[in-house]
């Protein structure tokens, strides 16, 4: 969820395939609607930004590890619905470890991206819709198998050079995976736990902040997540602004398609570019794309002020994201300078 890798695939091709595919999964969730269908482009989003496809055993074991991180969300929640602190701290304690598994390996991140919506959005339905929660996890499951087929699709119309980097990512070494995976599990938990302490419904947002956490502990750097946060305030927001209005003037499937599909393309142009800005133009667009899924609806109109108020819940969890993950590695970098004073 930081910049894409690198390919020697022309950025232009790579950037067509991108926005192709993540319209193809937007245009499918809009003409056939279900709950939670805002996952399945998000998703695509990620797998897109790949330099190559996973081989299909790989593929199938990587769609396999991210169903079951659904699932075991859902158990877990069904389990300790009633002992809400308990059930917080076990799904943080499930989080820290399979992120720090994917850190220390080298696996594809969309396999945090399903852990990530078990632990955050399942335990919130379960607590405000129970009567609806089984049905909302079989969605979650259909939106990231729509995800992972779009994208093998979306490889096999076009397909990358076969001389490519064949891994998504290289691992890390265990303090640096353990640091990073405290680090989320800290912030996730406790906007969890927020959530569930007082009630609150807004699911996309409960969605997008947790997969903006990912994109900043991709980072690295407070730095770098400054750079995400622009990213997500300033490109997911204005384009969103911009396209929904256009819609708005013309509510018709074929300029959605258009309108969408170009967007896309300037977003993925990009964040394949490698430029310092790439990373947050890849955060940016998944902010993008979760922002216009819950707004765009084939059968309403959403109101100008709901948007301008969806942006700024956006804007604002963000921002707390960013300022969580500066004040913790600011602690962590105290105390390890605090340890080097005191060594002998």
């Known amino acids: 969820m930081s910049a894409a890798p690198p390919s020697y695939e022309a950025q232009s091709r790579r950037a067509m395939r991108a926005a192709l595919g993540v319209t193809a999964a937007m245009m499918f969730t809009q003409i056939s609607p279900y709950p939670l269908a805002l996952v399945a482009p998000a998703i695509t989003v990620l797998l897109l930004q790949d330099a190559k496809p996973m081989p299909l055993g790989k593929g199938l074991v990587t769609l396999g590890a991210t169903l079951l991180g659904v699932i075991a969300g859902f158990t877990v929640s069904l389990a300790l619905l009633q002992y809400p602190a308990v059930m917080v701290l076990t799904l943080s304690v499930m989080l820290?470890?399979?992120?720090?598994?994917?850190?220390?390996?080298?696996?594809?991140?969309?396999?945090?991206?399903?852990?990530?919506?078990?632990?955050?959005?399942?335990?919130?339905?379960?607590?405000?819709?129970?009567?609806?929660?089984?049905?909302?996890?079989?969605?979650?499951?259909?939106?990231?198998?729509?995800?992972?087929?779009?994208?093998?699709?979306?490889?096999?119309?076009?397909?990358?050079?076969?001389?490519?980097?064949?891994?998504?990512?290289?691992?890390?070494?265990?303090?640096?995976?353990?640091?990073?995976?405290?680090?989320?599990?800290?912030?996730?938990?406790?906007?969890?736990?927020?959530?569930?302490?007082?009630?609150?419904?807004?699911?996309?947002?409960?969605?997008?902040?947790?997969?903006?956490?990912?994109?900043?502990?991709?980072?690295?750097?407070?730095?770098?997540?400054?750079?995400?946060?622009?990213?997500?305030?300033?490109?997911?927001?204005?384009?969103?602004?911009?396209?929904?209005?256009?819609?708005?003037?013309?509510?018709?499937?074929?300029?959605?398609?258009?309108?969408?599909?170009?967007?896309?393309?300037?977003?993925?142009?990009?964040?394949?570019?490698?430029?310092?800005?790439?990373?947050?133009?890849?955060?940016?667009?998944?902010?993008?794309?979760?922002?216009l899924s819950g707004l765009l609806a084939s059968d309403k109109v959403v109101a100008a002020d709901m948007v301008i108020d969806r942006v700024s819940q956006m804007a604002i969890a963000a921002i707390y994201v960013a300022f969580a993950f500066a004040v913790l590695e600011y602690v962590r970098a105290w105390r390890a300078a605090r340890r080097g004073c005191l060594a002998p």
Do not use: C, Q
Not at 270 to 287: E, L, Q
């Open 96 to 291: 820290f470890l399979i992120y720090r598994y994917v850190m220390t390996t080298g696996e594809h991140f969309v396999i945090v991206v399903g852990l990530l919506i078990g632990t955050t959005l399942v335990p919130v339905l379960m607590r405000i819709l129970p009567e609806l929660a089984y049905l909302s996890v079989l969605s979650i499951l259909f939106s990231i198998v729509l995800a992972f087929a779009v994208a093998a699709l979306s490889f096999s119309l076009m397909p990358p050079p076969t001389d490519v980097p064949p891994k998504h990512g290289e691992p890390v070494d265990r303090g640096t995976a353990n640091a990073y995976a405290i680090t989320i599990t800290l912030v996730v938990g406790t906007m969890l736990a927020y959530f569930l302490s007082f009630g609150k419904t807004d699911v996309l947002v409960l969605v997008y902040t947790a997969l903006f956490s990912l994109s900043v502990s991709s980072a690295g750097s407070v730095h770098m997540s400054m750079e995400y946060l622009k990213g997500n305030i300033l490109y997911a927001a204005l384009a969103t602004l911009i396209v929904f209005n256009l819609l708005s003037v013309a509510p018709f499937l074929p300029l959605m398609v258009f309108v969408f599909f170009l967007a896309m393309y300037i977003f993925a142009m990009n964040f394949f570019s490698h430029k310092p800005t790439a990373g947050a133009w890849s955060s940016g667009t998944f902010g993008f794309v979760i922002l």
